[in-house]
């Protein structure tokens, strides 16, 4: 497509997205819930584009900003002992706990790589056999199968000073918690595409037989998000719910059979804490009793206090698509991504680093 056939493709969606507002008749607020989601919309200006009675708000769609102090200060604490080289994601570093960063342990000399794919963190272990590795395993559907090939990975090659501090979470439990919270306003989902590709569609399908809500997995190019709108408000106009995939390419009703099967063989569903949200039955992923040899929580246990808010931060609210980051006391003054108060800032697909980056919307 050239980018006059783009734009007047966009135009004729937007143009269908208004009639079907008109049709509603009352304001219409769909939610991402995908970090790159976030991203692409904002860059790309759609909030503005958007007809007046048609609202996006952003939902926990980062795997960074959901992920709780406590976990961080566990990093940290992990990171500050001798015996530990901490193998992370770049985008954990700056990533506030309760009174630290990995940033700060690191530049107190606490030993942490960065690792571009959790197979490097075997190398690592392998390379400093002395030394217990632990990989940050922090993430949705789409990064805990790849986590769990490193577990399985590390037991074939025996490998035993590889473990995981596990964070990973999972999508739709929070879609329910979300849905169950009465200052949550929403009228559809804009599904993630990623994860989609690991669960499939079927999955999201109590969305709309338990809340009669539409949803829509979309794609990442704008186009992509704005035939997904279209969809979701056609939906909502009828008085319509179902999920719908616009992403047919790459995500298929099951899903992917392979990713899923080794994510079931290494971990199991457990109660896990959300930032902002608190905690979410069978939301989070605990490796299973027979990997525990590579759970460092079992393998060397340490309590850390329990999470505190964090005066004045609103990445709670800016979490649940309640408040916009323009609304925190702090957005630009004393929180700005080189100085971030609350993991909304920090990383570049946390609603209040998008909205700082790229200015406003709706
Ligand atoms: Fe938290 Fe900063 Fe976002 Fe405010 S602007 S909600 S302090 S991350």
């Not at 769990?148 to 000073?161: Q, Y």
Request: aromatic share 6%; proline share 7%; charged share 25%.
């Amino acid at each position: 497509m050239t980018r006059a056939e783009e734009r007047a493709a966009a135009q004729e969606l937007l143009a269908e997205i208004e009639r079907q507002s008109a049709r509603a008749g009352r304001p219409l607020r769909f939610m991402e819930v995908c970090g790159t989601h976030t991203v692409s919309i904002f860059r790309a200006g759609l909030r503005q584009m958007l007809p007046a009675g048609v609202a996006l708000v952003s939902g926990p769609g980062c795997p960074v900003c959901v992920t709780p102090d406590d976990y961080m200060d566990k990093a940290i604490a992990y990171a500050a002992r001798e015996d530990v080289i901490l193998a992370t994601f770049g985008d954990m570093l700056k990533v506030p706990g309760s009174a630290s960063s990995l940033a700060e342990a690191e530049a107190e000399g606490a030993d942490i790589r960065i690792v571009y794919s959790p197979l490097d963190a075997l190398r690592v272990a392998r390379e400093n056999p002395e030394k217990k590795v632990v990989f940050l395993a922090v993430g949705f559907e789409t990064t805990a199968p790849t986590a769990a090939a490193l577990v399985l990975a590390a037991k074939g090659a025996g490998v035993k000073n590889l473990f995981l501090l596990s964070a990973q979470k999972l999508v739709p439990p929070a879609l329910r918690a979300l849905m169950d919270d009465p200052a949550v306003r929403v009228d559809g989902f804009l599904l993630p595409g990623h994860v989609a590709v690991v669960t499939g569609t079927d999955i999201f399908s109590f969305v709309a037989a338990d809340y009669h809500l539409p949803g829509v997995v979309a794609g990442f190019s704008p186009l992509a998000i704005l035939r997904a709108l279209t969809r979701l408000t056609q939906q909502a106009a009828a008085g319509e719910a179902r999920i719908e995939n616009e992403y047919e390419s790459v995500v298929r009703r099951e899903g992917s059979c392979e990713a899923q099967r080794v994510m079931r063989l290494v971990y199991e569903p457990v109660d896990a804490r959300w930032r902002g949200i608190g905690i979410i039955p069978r939301s989070g992923l605990r490796m299973r009793d027979a990997f525990a040899a590579y759970d460092i929580e079992r393998v060397l246990p340490l309590e850390v206090p329990e999470p505190r808010p964090r005066p004045g931060c609103r990445c709670g609210e800016v979490l649940r698509g309640i408040v916009t980051p323009p609304e925190c006391p702090l957005f630009g003054k004393a929180c700005v991504p080189t100085h971030a108060v609350g993991p909304c800032m920090v990383s570049v697909e946390g609603v209040c680093a998008a909205w700082y980056k790229y200015g406003q919307g709706r």
